[in-house]
């Protein structure tokens, strides 16, 4: 990855054992460093665009696709957040099927949680927001519970579920008083992809300003003159080893 030429380096007491003299040093690479670009770029969401991960996908195919350089790899991991690609990076099908049923064996298909669905109202108010996890027979209040007048048009509330809405409506009659068909069962695989799903949509620097980017990463990545300054990609820690 060329993101390492990048970072400048630190010459510290060398910890190694086979040392000849308390006074060497190695050079070791400064990873501190990043989070200065990471404070810098992390609130100006006008540099951004977003990107759906596909499967199979790496940095590197993904920095050569949009940038045209796979070697700008580490652009992508930074624009995306990301600080440990192996959890943070989705897993391609086969791999999250592998790492699924070696999580749960036979129980890949077993209830994970229940959750809830969500519920609005005749204007689209929010009733209820989904995805809160729940017992499997959680309930709310319905239409029922509220007011209508004996000309006023009928209150609607829409149970929204990923692949079809349920209508409750509050007619002459009254209709439903408590809504109970709003915790959705999901199972421990319906649940891994989800997680994993979540992981594919990311943040994507525009191609407009990779070049200040560039350009404002390798300012900050060097050191400004102080007692360990050596050049600005090197500094010097003290050496606690030595004694006047």
């Not at 770029?41 to 050569?64: C, M, V, W």
């Not at 791999?95 to 519920?119: C, F, Q, R």
């Not at 002459?172 to 992809?193: C, F, H, K, M, R």
């Amino acid at each position: 990855m060329a993101y390492f030429r990048e970072l400048p380096n630190v010459a510290y007491q060398s910890p190694l054992i086979n040392k000849t003299s308390s006074r060497e040093y190695v050079i070791i690479k400064n990873i501190f460093r990043h989070t200065k670009i990471l404070d810098h770029i992390s609130d100006k969401a006008i540099l951004f665009n977003r990107y759906q991960i596909h499967d199979g996908d790496r940095p590197d195919t993904i920095a050569e696709e949009v940038y045209g350089d796979p070697g700008l790899d580490w652009v992508v991991i930074l624009s995306a957040g990301i600080t440990n690609i192996r959890n943070q990076w989705p897993l391609n099908n086969q791999d999250l099927y592998e790492y699924t049923l070696g999580k749960y064996g036979d129980s890949l298909n077993d209830l994970h949680h229940y959750e809830t669905t969500e519920v609005r109202d005749q204007h689209n108010r929010l009733i209820l927001p989904k995805g809160i996890e729940v017992d499997s027979n959680f309930t709310i209040d319905g239409p029922g519970k509220q007011y209508r007048g004996v000309n006023d048009p009928p209150v609607t509330w829409r149970s929204i579920r990923e692949l079809e809405t349920i209508t409750l409506t509050q007619d002459t009659l009254g209709g439903p008083s408590l809504i109970n068909d709003i915790a959705v069962a999901l199972s421990n695989w319906q649940y891994e992809t989800r997680v994993n799903d979540e992981k594919r949509s990311i943040r994507m620097l525009k191609v407009s300003y990779l070049g200040q980017f560039l350009e404002d990463f390798r300012r900050i990545m060097r050191y400004d003159r102080n007692s360990q300054y050596i050049s600005k990609k090197l500094i010097k820690t003290e050496n606690t080893r030595l004694v006047d």
